[in-house]
DNA sequence: CTGAAAGCGCTTACAG
DNA sequence: CTGAAAGCGCTTACAG
């Protein structure tokens, strides 16, 4: 087997005939009155060149309707102009949750701010890792924002082998090392925003609807949770979702009403899993917020459409974007960046 | 101005320099012992080459770590080996709805499968319509997936009018000629079966929630419900949603429910309008489907996660991401193609 | 089956 | 400020 990922070379030959050769750089020199050289440098900043010709070979490519063959210019440069965005997870259940959703269009559109493009790469699976990896260091993008919630994930060390540059997006795993950069939302403090908030409102038994144990939110909310409630918080009062889905949150929530019927708060690890929470707590004919106060993460669009709308903790999603992109292009560019972890807060609705 | 998006030319030095030149194509065929030529052939189809010779190119390309550069290839082949996946929305509500997620998500996975990659492209503005028109015609992509869900949308004839194989996802515009090439489930007959099934549940009010004008859902479903019903189907029942969100659901809801206080039936055109419908519902004291039956559309992931879980109608959307990638893959190889409507079908549970 | 050579369309020192 | 020229890494007729 050829070291290279097949792409159908049938198909070459009729996507070439198929394909009008539209004017080159030679073309445009030619109507301008000048050399190639020229032209590359208007359209390359426009430095070192003299007004007349910059007139010019402005007006040479309005009229040959001059488009810049970005193969050939990547060629020379080795500079793709694209960004790798890398979804590491499973793929039934991708894009349930808004909060990739809403991460994935930030991105997108601020990089297209900046004339880049994004590639959307699956890592799912071993075969989408081998593929993403061959294309990574194939050098079709000039680096890769990952996206991995899952803690032991071997990709992010292997991205950071080739040597590209490379974000992640969320706390990276431990085994990555030290150098890896990261822009990650505050889950630790936010969970603890919450808790003490639920804490502050007078509850008693304030219960817990964590995320998969090997996800950071997993991780990081329940020590959130348990930084404030220390030997309060026994396990009958933690319930393991198995997936950030609305279905996990009402299993969950279900086992903890049987665990901890006189419960009078939970503090759920994400929206998607409140949903399902609280048609539990609506089944098992509980107030929410009379008699069980709910509490939320991410502030994702669902968390104001519940009934009772959804007091939750917001998550920076715009800003997570702004950062994460912000900091791979300067990275991009050979520039000394750091890891940001970005502030989280309250947002306070009707359930708590 | 330069016909051009700014690429950050600063920052192109930077990167070159930090690119490690990797083993070309010249550096296997001298360990290999052969020419440039054989390597090539090895690379692409190994035909017309000597089993010794296809031994040692591929010994030699893993001994070096071969990876080809697909911005040379590209340059002669004219052939990008990405297909650009275009979201004609506007930002704010993207992926708020599961159904762009899930067809997003399953042609991302078909295309790597066949060694392609996907440029995800926003075309909600105007200036994000620009950049995607100037970056398909530069011939960064071979190919073009344009989703767009508002009639009337200019941005399907002007990428028809670049020439580059294009399908779109949904009945497109009528305006765009009878040449363009669609998937799209039946969105009609769908309506059909749900109105019909509330029906023949003996139900006499049949209301319906309708998606905005301006979209094919909107249009067709609309028509389903009313092919049904003919002239019982009165203006007093027919609310129009103002977008394909929970609280626009809720909205139409509540005004169907002023307008016409004693319907026995809601056909909501999506599964998100009807999130919103049920609870507007719920809280008129409504019973579902006691009092009321409600029917959704789309069978998306949240429509088992209602309480009632939803009734609705099941669009076919990993069947519709084949197609679409099918259809257009083929038009890319130069084949003959025709547009494709798939069936929709009646999922039952307990809304109706 | 295979090598030598032309060419894809651009950028960028290098002279001037 | 500008032109001539080399070179980016590959594919593909063309001979043999």
Redesign the pocket.
């Known amino acids: 087997m050829p070291d290279e990922a097949p792409v159908h070379?049938k198909s070459?030959?009729a996507a070439?005939r198929a394909q009008r050769?539209?004017?080159?750089?030679?073309?445009?020199?030619d109507v301008a009155?000048?050399?190639?050289?020229?032209?590359?440098?208007v359209?390359?900043g426009a430095?070192?060149?003299?007004s007349?010709?910059?007139a010019a070979v402005q007006e040479a490519m309005r009229q040959t309707g001059?488009?810049?063959?970005q193969?050939?210019?990547s060629?020379?440069?080795?500079s793709s102009g694209a960004i790798a965005f890398v979804l590491s997870e499973p793929p039934d259940r991708l894009f349930e949750d808004p909060v990739l959703g809403s991460l994935l269009r930030n991105c997108t559109q601020l990089l297209g701010e900046q004339g880049r493009s994004l590639m959307l790469m699956l890592a799912g699976t071993p075969e989408e890792r081998d593929r993403t990896l061959h294309f990574v260091r194939g050098g079709h993008v000039d680096g890769v924002l990952l996206v991995s919630m899952h803690d032991g994930d071997p990709l992010a060390g292997e991205l950071q082998r080739t040597g590209f540059p490379l974000v992640v997006c969320g706390r990276p795993p431990a085994a990555a090392g030290p150098s890896m950069t990261y822009v990650a939302a505050d889950d630790r403090s936010g969970a603890r925003l919450m808790t003490q908030y639920l804490l502050d409102r007078g509850r008693k038994r304030i219960a817990t609807v964590a995320g998969p144990a090997d996800t950071a939110g997993g991780v990081e909310r329940l020590a959130g949770y348990r930084d404030v409630l220390g030997r309060r918080a026994t396990s009958r009062m933690v319930a393991r979702a198995a997936a950030y889905t609305i279905e996990a949150g009402r299993e969950a929530m279900t086992a903890l009403l049987r665990s901890c019927p006189d419960l009078d708060a939970v503090f759920v690890a994400s929206d998607l899993l409140a949903v399902g929470a609280l048609q539990a707590l609506h089944g098992a004919g509980k107030a929410v917020p009379g008699d069980v106060l709910v509490g939320g993460f991410d502030d994702s669009a669902i968390a104001s459409a519940t009934t009772p709308p959804l007091t939750t903790v917001r998550q920076p999603l715009a800003q997570v974007a702004a950062e994460l992109v912000e900091v791979l292009l300067k990275l991009v560019a050979g520039r000394p960046v750091s890891s940001r972890v970005l502030p989280t807060e309250l947002v306070r609705r009707d359930s708590a």
Chains 1, 2 share one sequence.
């Open positions: 070379p070459r030959g070439r050769r539209g004017p080159t750089m030679e073309d445009v020199a009155g000048v050399s190639r050289g020229t032209v590359s440098r359209l390359n430095n070192h060149v003299s007349a010709s910059l001059y488009v810049v063959n193969n050939a210019r060629l020379v440069t080795r």
